[in-house]
């Protein structure tokens, strides 16, 4: 699995979790907390947003900006396609580490 499909599901899964709490910790999505820079943090955050698995934030272009900026994070939530997103992860997954096991006996 890439590294930025890791990512992508781990960020799912903080909001998913953060679904208990009345307010989102954004340091939780903080660049230094996910091990990767603010740009790649943000472009992540619009590809999830343009998929709609994601909601609450906007992507802005600033004039003299190379990238897009992400505002309103403090506002961002999981949607349902989402939460599917992460179920259908979360079972190809299971059915991976089986095939895993199941060869590893056959071995």
């Known amino acids: 699995m890439s590294e930025s499909i890791k990512l992508i599901y781990k960020i ?4 998913e979790k953060s679904m208990d709490y009345p307010e989102f910790d ?3 999505l903080s660049p230094e907390t996910l091990g990767i820079s603010a740009s790649r943090r943000d472009a992540l955050l619009e590809m999830l947003l343009k ?5 609450g934030i906007e ?3 600033y004039i003299g900006d190379k990238y897009n900026t992400v505002i ?9 396609d989402g939460l599917e997103y992460l179920e ?9 580490n089986l095939a895993k096991g199941i060869a ?4």
């Open 59 to 61: 992507v802005k272009k």
């Open 12 to 15: 799912l899964k903080i909001l």
């Open 88 to 96: 259908d992860n979360s079972l190809m997954k299971k059915a991976a």
């Open 104 to 107: 590893e006996i056959i071995n």
């Open 51 to 55: 998929k709609g698995y994601i909601d």
């Open 26 to 28: 954004v340091d939780r």
């Open 72 to 80: 309103g994070i403090e506002n961002i939530k999981i949607t349902i």
